[in-house]
């Protein structure tokens, strides 16, 4: 029997992808303090792509526990500028300050996946996309952080390049699915090659 797929997350953009692909599954967060996790990592020095690694790892890891019969995905995103990881802002001040250091440069997405079945990990992978920002004036921030509001503290880089921030971007490299979290083509590769979906 074809174990069935959950989705360790809440993410709406993440449980849109699954469901355009046509994957049949169910979505339960993880319950994991994300900042724990990552707050020895950081400070050990480790990798950007490496943090969303074991963050993927142990969302997945921690719905396994609950559903052990199940093909759990855990994921997770970093962005990173040079050796500076980013979080999310805490306030519009904060997303301000997000977008003048990331004005004018190339920034990083990691997105990271991991597959855990019985506690198990069975596959992991992280895709990355570059993203260079325009240069953006003063003026230009605010008028922006004014029309998008508190959409800016939705994410991690103070923008959605499915809305308004596209804007912000003078090139992109990467691939949709992976500039959302979740990278579709070798998560599916995967899941045909498990069995869990038809081939």
């Not at 003026?139 to 103070?158: K, Q, T, Y």
């Amino acid at each position: 029997m074809t174990p069935k797929l959950i989705l360790a997350s809440s993410s709406p953009f993440r449980r849109m992808l699954m469901e355009n692909a046509g994957l049949s599954f169910e979505a339960h967060p993880a319950e994991i303090d994300e900042r724990a996790v990552e707050a020895p990592l950081e400070k050990a020095g480790a990798k950007p792509d490496t943090v969303a690694c074991i963050l993927a790892k142990a969302k997945a890891e921690d719905v396994s526990a609950r559903f052990p019969e199940g093909l759990v995905i855990g994921s997770d995103q970093t962005m990173s500028l040079g050796d500076r990881v980013f979080h999310k802002p805490k306030d519009l001040a904060d997303a301000a300050n997000h977008l003048r250091a990331l004005s004018g440069t190339t920034h990083r997405l990691n997105s990271a996946i991991a597959i855990v079945h019985d506690g198990a990990v069975l596959w992991e992978h992280v895709g990355h996309a570059e993203l260079t920002m325009r240069p953006l004036t003063e003026d230009f921030i605010a008028r922006h952080l004014v029309r998008v509001g508190d959409r800016a503290l939705s994410s991690v880089g103070a923008y959605q390049l499915e809305g308004e921030g596209v804007q912000l971007f003078e090139k992109i490299e990467g691939d949709y699915f992976t500039i959302l979290g979740l990278p579709m083509l070798p998560l599916l590769g995967k899941l045909r090659e498990l069995g869990a979906i038809d081939g």
